[in-house]
């Protein structure tokens, strides 16, 4: 029974760490027509798809730059750009927001060749 209980214990900060370990982040500013178009279209699913759930995201404002421990591999100049994260550090990234289609494809790209995200068999656009 407690043998049970730390694997399942293991498992659970194992699988915990890795949520943690991979990020998008979206760097974004007040007034940019491009960020609240990308929240009208993608924002409300984002999360509830296979690459929302790999690589969770945050927005960050343009101004504060990379929050505290996390490397970028140069600054944000556009908005909005998404910067793919793990371990704290710059990965990927996606400047711009081209729409919805070209976004996703992009992303999928990015995830694929930067991670070992694959998607599951028989799963259409994310959209």
């Not at 993608?42 to 690589?55: C, L, M, S, V």
């Not at 998404?82 to 710059?90: G, Q």
Request: with cysteine; aromatic share 14%; glycine share 8%.
């Amino acid at each position: 029974m407690l043998t049970r209980f730390f694997s399942a214990l293991v498992c659970a900060f194992f699988l915990a760490g890795h949520a943690f370990a991979l990020e998008l982040v979206m760097v974004e500013q007040k007034g940019c027509h491009y960020c609240e178009k990308w929240h009208d279209e993608i924002g409300p699913i984002y999360d509830k798809t296979d690459e929302g759930r790999f690589a969770p995201l945050r927005t960050v404002d343009i101004r504060e730059g990379a929050t505290e421990g996390v490397s970028f591999v140069r600054p944000a100049v556009f908005t909005p750009t998404f910067v793919l994260i793990e371990d704290k550090v710059e990965i990927g990234r996606i400047e711009g927001y081209p729409g919805e289609d070209f976004f996703w494809g992009l992303l999928e790209m990015m995830l694929k060749a930067k991670t070992d995200f694959e998607k599951p068999a028989g799963d259409a656009a994310s959209n």
